[in-house]
């Protein structure tokens, strides 16, 4: 077991900042203490096996992204990041922790699902990974498989109002998966769009000739968002069902959070770096790169859309933010290469496979609102990491700096800048030909990150291995009401 001291910095929580050292033991996080403390000696320098200068800098607890998609299959092909690659990137980006989902589809049995998910990500994560169970169809078999998850560390289940013949429910099965879920626990994460009339609208834009992906965002109209949101708001508050909705992209979704949060109902959103930076015009409208002319905007195109800028929704977005409407940022990270993924879809935006890579730029990216003034250095610790473990029952063990909790840290410096982007000199470590975030300028650097008391990344340089990551067993949401 060897100690690790990180002296000199800034360490943020989220409810305050303060001088203090931190000591390592092994894994877990053993003491910390005022800047000059002899409370364990007087040279503790002398006294570990290794110590960080995070003098002028910031340290943190590790990032929790509790919405991402590797190795997913959508639309003919599978997301381009495995869990190798895409939690190397999430280590280079200070995300420590993943929530993945594993998946369901219609016709399939949970366990079958939730089994091939664990041979997926076993062996191969860099950083600890736990999942939410996807429940592509609701019946009688799935509602008892439902019974068995909380044991197996799964305490959060996710349903879809989108994707007819894939993953949709219908009214009457969430209903039965809501009334199971308050039962037995369980959040139910729902991505609320309403699918069936979204297919009605892309299909007539279709044959209107209308196959650009800027038409992906029109089919998908924030109508069809505010409607489903309210819809699922209702059936959660009719089963008294806690109910979490995953990228929010819409203000007049936020406002239903709002509306259902001020009369006291446990209803939580999540919104993703997309829609509080990207729009319709400027991304999937846009025409740019000669390789792809008007399609290049297939780069962006992902579910809930990027919404449109001259409507003011990622405004309303940081607002939800800082109002706490919305109480989390997750990237969605579901990654999917131009060359022979994208373009399944030239002609027809209806076959472009949904979604965007963002996981290693989430911390870097919500650190710029900081420097902005959208959000306050707490906020930015609250969203990133200390709401997600407590979301998703994981706090105490991870989303904080304290005795007792994971040696999961990363040393961040304001001083110090990250380009995104796939060329010389920028940061790119995801398993894509492109860059969502192509000339992102970020006033900040992840500088250092553990996990567990193991280095993985500093100096410019990855040490992790896949293997690393364990398996997280979560616990009941810690965030009710």
């Not at 800034?10 to 900042?17: D, K, L």
């Not at 969203?383 to 005795?403: D, E, N």
């Not at 291995?465 to 965030?479: K, N």
């Amino acid at each position: 077991m060897s100690t690790l001291l990180i002296t000199g910095g800034t360490v943020v929580s989220s409810t305050g900042r303060t001088a203090a050292d931190v000591l390592v033991d092994g894994e877990k996080i053993v003491a910390v203490l005022a800047p000059g403390s002899t409370l364990l000696g007087s040279d503790l320098t002398a006294s570990v096996d290794r110590v960080v200068d995070a003098t002028g800098k910031y340290v943190i607890p590790g990032g929790i992204d509790a919405h991402t998609h590797m190795q997913l299959p959508f639309g003919g092909t599978e997301a381009s990041d495995t869990f190798e690659t895409g939690t190397i990137a999430a280590a280079w980006g200070g995300t420590t922790s993943i929530i993945d989902f594993a998946v369901q589809t219609t016709g399939q049995r949970i366990e079958t699902g939730l089994a091939a998910w664990h041979e997926k990500a076993a062996g191969n994560c860099a950083v600890d990974y736990g999942f939410h169970q996807i429940v592509g169809g609701v019946d009688e078999h799935s509602l008892k498989a439902m019974e068995t998850l909380v044991d197996e560390g799964i305490t959060s289940y996710k349903l879809f109002m989108a994707y007819p013949g894939v993953f949709y429910s219908d009214d009457a099965q969430i209903l039965r998966a809501m009334q199971k879920a308050a039962e037995l626990g369980l959040l139910t994460m729902m991505h609320a769009e309403n699918g069936p009339a979204i297919d009605v609208l892309a299909e007539q834009l279709y044959n209107a000739g209308k196959t650009t992906p800027y038409f992906h965002g029109v089919a998908r109209a924030w109508q069809m968002e505010e409607e489903a949101t309210h819809r699922a708001i209702m059936l959660a508050d009719l089963t008294e069902s806690p109910l979490y909705v995953v990228h929010v992209s819409a203000k007049q979704a936020v406002a239903q959070l709002a509306a259902a949060r001020d009369r006291g109902k446990n209803v939580f959103g999540e919104t993703c770096p997309q829609y509080l930076y990207l729009s319709l015009e400027e991304q999937l409208g846009a025409q740019g790169d000669p390789t792809w002319g008007d399609f290049e905007g297939a780069k962006w195109v992902c579910s809930t859309p990027l919404r449109s800028r001259e409507d003011g929704h990622q405004d309303a977005m940081w607002q939800g933010l800082r109002t706490n409407d919305l109480q989390m940022v997750s990237t969605d990270h579901c990654p999917f290469c131009m060359k022979d993924q994208k373009e399944l879809g030239k002609g027809d935006f209806r076959a472009i496979p949904n979604g965007i890579g963002s996981i290693e730029h989430r911390l870097d990216l919500m650190y710029q609102g900081v420097v902005t003034g959208e959000i306050t250095l707490e906020r930015w610790v609250e969203l990133t990491s200390t709401t997600p473990a407590r979301m998703f029952g994981l706090y105490g063990t991870k989303g904080v700096i304290a005795p007792g909790a994971d040696a999961d840290i990363v040393v961040y410096d304001p001083h110090g800048h990250t380009s995104i982007g796939m060329g010389e000199g920028r940061t790119h470590h995801m398993n894509m030909d492109h860059s969502a975030w192509e000339g992102y300028e970020i006033d900040g650097h992840v500088d250092v990150v553990v996990s567990r008391g193991s280095v993985l990344v500093e100096n410019g340089e990855f040490h992790g291995r896949a293997g690393h990551g364990q398996y997280l067993r979560r616990g009941l949401s810690q965030y009710l009401v």
